[in-house]
């Protein structure tokens, strides 16, 4: 209704291919190489289902789909949260940098009622905001009901992301 486009991410698929990457580093770093090995099969398993999942997609729709490498999402986290971290903020943070870093004119960080990851990430959103020409972020936390404020919240962010697209386009 707003005249928005939605940009969800495929995140939980993702988040299986970076904790298997992050676990295997890790398992590495312990001496425990046959559990590292494991991981590394079952990452490059996974790797030759996604290529064969999206080698159909057209270069727009393979833009849209295909998220960062678990390595890429690793490389440009540290000044936001640290990469040693919960895997679910690592992934987070990572993703509106990617979606900073994509051109997206704005991000919505969603999170249940209470969830500490969200409220983790949270944290985050000043830097990432600064760092990108104070691109529009928003923290939104959902419970069983909505409340007045989370729609007074999302039509502020809208109206944000109206003025922020609108002075990129004239500064261009």
Known sequence: DAGCEA???PYFGEMALLFRHCNRRRFMR???FAAALQLEAEAALGRYLKRRLFAGLTPQMHSLAV???PHEQLEGIEPYCGSLVNYFIVQ?????LDFARRGADG???AAGLNCMVGTAVQTAIPKIRADFDQ???VSLIYGATESPTQRIRLDTFLHQVAQHTKRDRHVA
Not at 92 to 96: G, H, R, Y
């Open 7 to 9: 940009w969800p991410s």
């Open 30 to 32: 312990m001496g425990q």
């Open 135 to 137: 691109l529009p972020i």
């Open 92 to 96: 987070l943070v990572a993703k509106l």
């Open 107 to 109: 991000a919505i960080n």
């Open 67 to 69: 998220e960062p490498l």
